[in-house]
């Protein structure tokens, strides 16, 4: 198709002075397919299906101490089972701050949570890294965050990004290979994920 010659040179004129504005892009190393797991996971079945159940189970397995929790005469025992409804929020403000073990030694927890729209990618891959697992609420359902795999970019700038491809999860409601479930970023809906919790105990 030929162009009128005023157009035509309006045209270059534009694609010119765009190209003088564009800064050089700034390259990039880039790590596919990293992998990140928890490796002291204890086994830990829920007593049955109901959610008050699972979500003892499922913290129990976060803390990796019976004795904080969620046994009989564990510190968050109460706590804990004193949650009506499968809430990450709730628990997090539920059992937050000092806490006293049987022999009387205090720990103290810090909870960190992240509804599903501002779920921070760089905190669930540090988090992991430093061998510490989440929760996280898919499909209504409760899940242990005990690994990932994610693409890594290094930039020349000195600047590492992720971005996650699959989150490997633990379902606490059984046992054996129904255990260990997946989600897909590529096939699996982020929007039926409520949110993301972080926990730390400091002793």
């Known amino acids: 198709m030929r162009l009128p010659v005023p157009l035509l040179a309006v045209l270059l004129t534009l694609a010119v002075s ?17 992998e990140v797991k928890v490796a002291a996971l204890p086994t830990i079945v829920a007593d049955s299906k109901a959610d008050a159940d699972v979500l003892a189970a499922s913290v129990a397995a976060v803390f990796a101490d019976p004795e904080l929790c969620c046994g009989r005469k564990s510190a968050l025992e109460d706590q804990v089972g004193s949650i009506s409804q499968l809430s990450l929020k709730e628990l997090g403000a539920k059992i937050r701050g000092k806490h006293y073990l049987d022999d009387g030694t205090s720990v103290v927890i810090t909870d960190d949570y992240w509804p ?3 779920v921070n990618v760089e905190q669930i891959v540090g988090t992991l890294q430093a061998q510490r697992p989440l929760l996280m609420t898919w499909n209504d359902h409760l899940y242990v965050v005990y690994g990932a795999i994610f ?6 700038d000195g600047a590492i990004t992720h971005v996650i491809e699959k989150l490997l999860l633990l379902d606490t409601r059984f046992d054996g290979d129904r255990r260990y ?16 919790l972080s926990l730390t105990v400091t002793r």
Do not use: C, M
Request: aromatic fraction near 12%; glycine fraction near 8%.
């Open 18 to 34: 765009a190209n003088a504005q564009d800064e050089p892009a700034q390259g990039y190393v880039l790590h596919p397919h990293q």
């Open 116 to 118: 599903a729209a501002s």
């Open 151 to 156: 693409n890594q970019y290094i930039y020349d």
């Open 181 to 196: 479930v997946t989600f897909d970023r590529q096939t699996d809906d982020w929007g039926k994920v409520t949110g993301v």
